[in-house]
């Protein structure tokens, strides 16, 4: 059975950081993009950012690029999402997806974990 599972979530102040983690199993995803995604409540799920297979092409959104950095260890089947400076806005379940349908910034994705809560207080 194939499981992604995000943990590193939790509260923090503005201006902290965090690290999420997912971890794979059930099969490697070395060869695979991987991606997170967020969802804030009372909103839709939205893209975060993205990460190929090698980590030669990483894409983020707009509102996250200079505060936010995807890595991945393929011989870990993890990848990561450092968050900087966070925002009161940044608040929301982070998902990790991996193996997408379409391109890396796109929506459908054929695996997804179980989220982790970020909560940043101001």
């Known amino acids: 059975q194939v499981q992604l599972v995000e943990s590193g979530g939790g509260l923090v102040q503005t201006g902290g950081s965090l690290r999420l983690s997912c971890v794979a199993s059930g099969r490697t995803f070395s060869n695979a993009p991987m991606g997170w995604f967020r969802q804030a409540p009372g909103k839709e799920r939205e893209f975060v950012g993205a990460?190929?297979?090698?980590?030669?092409?990483?894409y983020y959104t707009n509102s996250v690029k200079g505060r936010f950095t995807i890595s991945r260890d393929n011989a870990k089947n993890t990848m990561y999402l450092q968050m900087n400076s966070l925002k009161p806005e940044d608040t929301a379940v982070y998902y990790c997806?991996?193996?997408?349908?379409?391109?890396?910034?796109?929506?459908?994705?054929?695996?997804w974990g179980q989220g982790t809560q970020v909560t940043v207080s101001s």
């Open positions: 990460i190929n297979w090698s980590g030669s092409i990483i």
């Open positions: 997806a991996a193996d997408p349908s379409g391109g890396m910034g796109g929506s459908n994705w054929n695996y």
